[in-house]
Nanobody, 121 residues
Framework: QLVESGGGSVQDGGSLRLSCAAS????????MGWFRQAPGLEREGVAA???????WYGDSVKGRFIISKDNAKNILYLQMNRLKPEDTAMYYC?????????????????WGQGVQVTVSS
């Protein structure tokens, strides 16, 4: 089970940190990632982290977002800096035991329920 937290509303240029608490298995057994979906748009990959800690970022968030994980606490994080209004979306935590990095949503096995992030101008 994946449970996200940390969403909310911020102004343009602000920061938020999302957390994803995993239960039932250890994060080290999965490739992990964050996706987002804005109204009327397809779900897109934001950031991913592999078994060995290697990271991947979508072009629109490179240099602004940082993905990390704490295997001991079984928590995945997404630090979002210099947020823009176009970052407004529902953000989803995702995990897969085989597919890595998590870029394409249709290939991902496990999902959290999502958390809303709203950035106002």
């Amino acid at each position: 089970q994946l449970v996200e937290s940390g969403g909310g509303s911020v102004q343009d240029g602000g920061s938020l940190r999302l957390s994803c608490a995993a239960s039932g298995d250890t994060l080290s057994n999965f490739c992990m990632g964050w996706f987002r979906q804005a109204p009327g748009l397809e779900r897109e990959g934001v950031a991913a982290i592999g078994f060995d800690g290697v990271t991947w970022y979508g072009d629109s968030v490179k240099g602004r977002f940082i993905i990390s994980k704490d295997n001991a606490k079984n928590i995945l994080y997404l630090q979002m800096n210099r947020l823009k209004p176009e970052d407004t979306a529902m953000y989803y935590c995702a995990a897969d035991p085989l597919y890595c990095p998590l870029e394409l949503p249709h290939r991902v096995k496990y999902w959290g329920q999502g958390v809303q992030v709203t950035v106002s101008s």
